[in-house]
């Protein structure tokens, strides 16, 4: 080890030294190793934040993704960053039904919260991305989003005054492609950890009075009667990380995964998403249907579709229902509102860096 910081320090002495004889300011490549830090709890139940070997995080390449993230350059007229559809204080999701992209388009989807992503495997409802850096490649040429090109994109980054140093301090080069966009990007991401929610002080931290009666019965509801768990686990993450048919349709309009897998078993799947900051990211579901919780919950109480196409076997199959009280219904919203970490959605080290 020793040895190895001698060979590097004498590599670095004679850079400066060239450096100079060139009167060249070459700035040195020496980004700093960067974790996210999560709590104990957290470890223990999902482990670390996952990071993929070539995408090591570095203090530089996630500021770098933070202002990417905010960068309305991405898009072709530039009027739109990620931060328009995906906000801060709604748990990076979108409170309009559907987005509007640059040109007044609407998909046919609600765009998504981004929270914990790091430890997610399927990426977009329908889970056709398996990575961060791999999703972030499709809002900026998608048509109804960004409407933008890779190629123009990094024509602009490339001739910015300030994005080839950052690249460089990044990545050691600065020489923009979308590759490098995207796996900034996806480093900011995965520093979008929520655990701070009453609910972690309450069931994690040992406080027990982070928590009122209600929502404690909430929580009994949630993993007792009705059963929430089977899906969005008490991981921590409250979530499986799964693609599954919750029952919302007999005859579902938008096939879900069965549109990326052409598989007729897959269709009506969606990703299972967390619920972590569900009382900021309304509305719900795939598609929007649900305005509020309280739908959500008459849903899941009486309205699920037992005869909906590959209906997934963790859903509670009571005939009728679960039949929920209407002070059942009461405790359980309760309860997921207490997963709201206001920390999160304030944190200025999330926010806007040109704000
Ligand atoms: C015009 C609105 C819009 C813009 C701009 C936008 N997104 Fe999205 N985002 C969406 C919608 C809608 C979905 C869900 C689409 C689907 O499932 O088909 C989504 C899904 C996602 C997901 C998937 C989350 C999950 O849990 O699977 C991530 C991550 C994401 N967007 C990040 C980004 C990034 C990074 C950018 C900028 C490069 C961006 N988005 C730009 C609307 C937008
Ligand atoms: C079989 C697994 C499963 C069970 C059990 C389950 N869910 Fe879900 N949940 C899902 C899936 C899948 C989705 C996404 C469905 C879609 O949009 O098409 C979802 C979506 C949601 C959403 C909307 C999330 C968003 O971001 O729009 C909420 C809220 C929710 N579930 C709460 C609950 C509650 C409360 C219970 C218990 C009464 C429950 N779920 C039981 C699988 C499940």
């Known amino acids: 080890m020793r040895k190895r910081q001698i060979i590097t320090g004498t590599i670095a002495a004679s850079l400066v030294l060239y450096a100079c004889k060139k009167e060249k300011q070459d700035p040195t490549y020496n980004p700093t190793a960067a974790t996210v830090e999560v709590p104990a709890y957290v470890k223990t139940y999902v482990g670390e934040v996952p990071i993929p070997a070539d995408n090591a995080m570095t203090a530089e390449g996630i500021e770098l993704g933070r202002k990417l993230f905010y960068e309305k350059m991405l898009s072709d007229n530039s009027t739109m960053s990620c931060a328009s559809c995906h906000k801060q204080e709604n748990a990076f999701d979108d409170p309009r039904p559907f987005s509007e992209g640059t040109h007044g388009a609407f998909g046919d989807r609600n765009a998504m919260a981004i929270v914990n992503a790091a430890w997610d495997k399927h990426f977009f409802w329908d889970g056709r991305r398996a990575s961060l850096e791999g999703q972030a490649h499709d809002p900026v040429s998608n048509p109804i989003e960004m409407a933008n090109k ?30 490098l966009v995207t796996k900034a990007i996806a480093q900011f991401e995965r520093t979008l950890v929520s655990f701070n929610s009453p609910f972690d002080k309450y069931y994690y931290k ?37 693609i599954k048919n919750n029952g919302l349709d007999e005859n579902p309009k938008d096939p879900g995964l069965m549109k990326f897998t052409g598989n007729a078993a897959d269709r009506g799947k969606f990703k299972v998403p967390t619920l972590r900051n569900i009382g900021v990211t309304a509305p719900y579901m795939h598609d929007s249907r649900f305005a509020t919780l309280e739908e959500v919950v008459d849903f899941y109480s009486s309205k699920v579709k037992q005869n909906s196409p590959n209906l997934d076997e963790h859903m509670p199959d009571f005939g009728s229902g679960i039949n929920l009280t209407q002070q059942e219904k009461t405790e359980l919203i309760a309860f997921l509102k207490s997963l709201t970490d206001k920390e999160f959605i304030t944190n200025p080290k999330f926010s806007d860096p040109n704000n």
């Open 150 to 179: 890779w190629p123009e994109v990094v024509k602009r980054l490339q001739n910015s005054e300030e994005y080839p140093d950052l690249f460089f301090k990044a990545f050691g080069t600065s020489t923009i492609d979308s590759t």
């Open 206 to 242: 040992g406080d027990s009075a982070a928590l009122t009666q209600q929502e404690k019965n909430g929580f009994m509801l949630f993993t007792g009667k009705a059963m929430c768990n089977n899906c969005h686990l008490t991981n921590t993450l409250f979530t499986d990380r799964e």
